[in-house]
């Protein structure tokens, strides 16, 4: 411990007996360090927090998920940065003063990109910090800088979120709109196309009217004039039958004939009205036709016991019942005429369609293939058109019912100190370290001079014992001079603590300035 405490009383004798170099050594690097520190530009810091709410009670009804929104969030928070907006700020804040070209301008912007930090503290949450240490400006503009950016920060981040999608929304609208018009075009044209082969092609085509399908009514429609044919006939011919056995004439008796003749006469009218019953389709089991026949009956018995040549004279006359049937087998004759030519011409028609149903496969495949382009086209028209819909009712919901809001938390604060380099700390550290650089040198340079302290280093140097030391003796007037220099000594020593003092109330009078 002796030895250790003789140390330190050793090395101290050496650096005050060189005291001088020590204060030189000192005086040099503060000046010089407080040089340095001096030249150092403040930077002012501002920073700013902001708060994003999302809404989403409508957003959600029309496929506006949060992950959307977040993802909308990121890709801001990611381009915010970047070198347009980095113009913007550039081109509204004061630094456009000292922008004369594009070359100022990027320079500027790097500057920029290295000086602004924005921060994610939380999903919604979003600090800008922006520091401003231009040499052209002073202390105060700087500070005033800094907020300047960050408040042009926020709002190009509120600007970026709001019109941002409203920019992509209509630059998907004009998109979309472009290519519908080029879609409806192309399905008009379809369309036109359909119509024209329709027309063109109106009997070949399947479906409803089609040539399979006519030659079906048309040959159910023969089947049905076949059968009517063939009922009018029959008709015909038993109406033919019925003519055979009807007398064109028939005898009617004179006015002055006996009653005998009457009952002749009666007769020929009773089966003139059984033929005229009969020519109108009555049966034999017709009740008026019995009751004709027992009149009949009646009459011919009064005729055969009337005898010979009693009679009056008796006239010839048309028989009514055979005009009668005439007329009807007329109009039978007429019926199965029109009913045979329209079985003639339903077999001509059948026969010029079995010549086209070859052309109907291929004619069927073209409108198919005609068909389902069409209908390609459409498709594509109507998602096309919902998407559309779908994203300009987005764009709405976001633009007008405030989906996504910003809340200024924490506004860009008015820095009153520079946030770099701490000057009074680095005042004081330049002031230990010149200091300690001056006790260094002087401790070195006593170090590489061959001295002896004290006697017991010299007999330990030298190997010989010591017999004293005499103490240094001074006289009056060297006790003078010494006392002189002492007192300058400590007046330098003092004044390099007051520059020290000095220099930082101008530090923190600049600050005051700045407030």
């Given amino acids: 411990m ?38 150092i530009p403040n930077s002012y810091e501002s920073k700013a927090r902001v708060f994003v709410e999302m809404q989403s009670i409508l957003s959600d009804k029309v496929g506006i998920e949060s992950r959307d929104r977040k993802r909308n ?19 509204g804040t004061d630094l456009n003063l000292s922008v004369a070209s594009d070359r100022e301008l990027a320079g500027k912007v790097e500057m920029l990109r290295k000086s602004i930090e924005i921060k994610s503290e939380k999903d919604n949450l979003f600090e800008i910090t922006a520091t401003a240490s231009a040499s052209n400006f002073s202390d105060a503009e700087n500070a005033v800088l800094s907020r300047k950016i960050v408040q042009k920060m926020i709002d190009i981040f509120v600007e970026e979120n709001l019109s941002g999608d409203r920019d992509e929304t209509s630059q998907t609208l004009k998109f ?21 082969f329709e027309t063109e092609n109106l009997g070949l085509l399947p479906g409803v009217g089609s040539i399979s399908q006519r030659i079906e009514a048309s040959r159910a429609e023969l089947s049905q004039i076949e059968s009517q044919l063939g009922s009018a006939s029959s008709s015909l011919a038993a109406l033919n039958g019925q003519l055979s056995g009807t007398p064109p004439t028939i005898a009617t008796p004179g006015v002055g004939g006996s009653s005998s003749g009457g009952a002749r006469g009666q007769l020929s009218q009773a089966q003139g009205q059984l033929a005229s019953a009969r020519a109108r389709g009555w049966t034999d089991s017709h009740p008026d036709i019995i009751a004709m026949k027992s009149q009949i009956a009646a009459l011919r018995s009064q005729v055969a016991s009337q005898p010979k040549g009693s009679g ?17 087998r007329a109009e039978r004759q007429a019926s199965v005429a029109a009913l ?26 073209e409108m198919a293939r005609i068909n389902r382009d069409y209908d390609v086209l459409k498709s594509q028209y109507d998602k096309m058109l919902q998407d559309r819909e779908q994203i300009k009712l987005r764009g709405q919901v976001e633009s007008q019912t405030d989906s996504v809001k910003f809340k200024v938390i924490d506004p ?9 380099p701490n000057r009074p700390l680095l ?19 006593g170090q590489l001079r ?11 140097a030298s190997g010989l014992p010591v017999i004293g030391s005499v103490s240094q003796i001074l006289t009056n007037s060297q006790r003078v001079i010494r006392q002189k220099k002492m007192r300058l000594f400590y007046s330098a020593g003092g004044a390099l603590f007051g520059v020290f003092g000095l220099l930082m109330v101008v530090e923190f009078i600049q600050r005051g300035m700045v407030a």
């Fill in 2 to 39: 002796n030895g250790l405490y003789d140390e330190i009383r050793i090395a101290l004798h050496s650096v005050w007996n060189r005291r001088w170099l020590a204060l030189a050594v000192a005086w040099g690097i503060c000046l010089l360090g407080w040089l340095i520190v001096a030249l």
């Fill in 176 to 196: 979309l709109d472009a290519q519908l018009a080029s879609r409806e075009k192309n399905l008009q044209e379809a369309e036109q196309k359909r119509v024209q």
């Fill in 450 to 460: 061959t001295s002896y302290p004290t006697s017991a280093r010299l007999e330990k």
């Fill in 312 to 328: 009056g004279s008796v006239y010839r006359t048309p028989n009514p019942a055979y005009s009668s049937l005439q007329s009807m």
């Fill in 412 to 420: 860009p604060s008015s820095p009153r100190s520079p946030a770099a």
């Fill in 73 to 91: 969030m990121d890709r801001v928070q990611e381009t915010l940065a970047s070198t347009i907006n980095l113009e913007k700020v550039v081109r």
């Fill in 427 to 445: 005042l004081a550290m330049v002031l230990f370290v010149g200091i300690g650089g001056g006790v260094g040198s002087a401790f070195a340079l």
């Fill in 340 to 365: 045979q030519a329209r079985k003639n011409a339903i077999q001509a028609d059948m026969a010029q369609l079995a010549s086209k149903q070859s052309l109907e496969p291929g004619v069927a495949a």
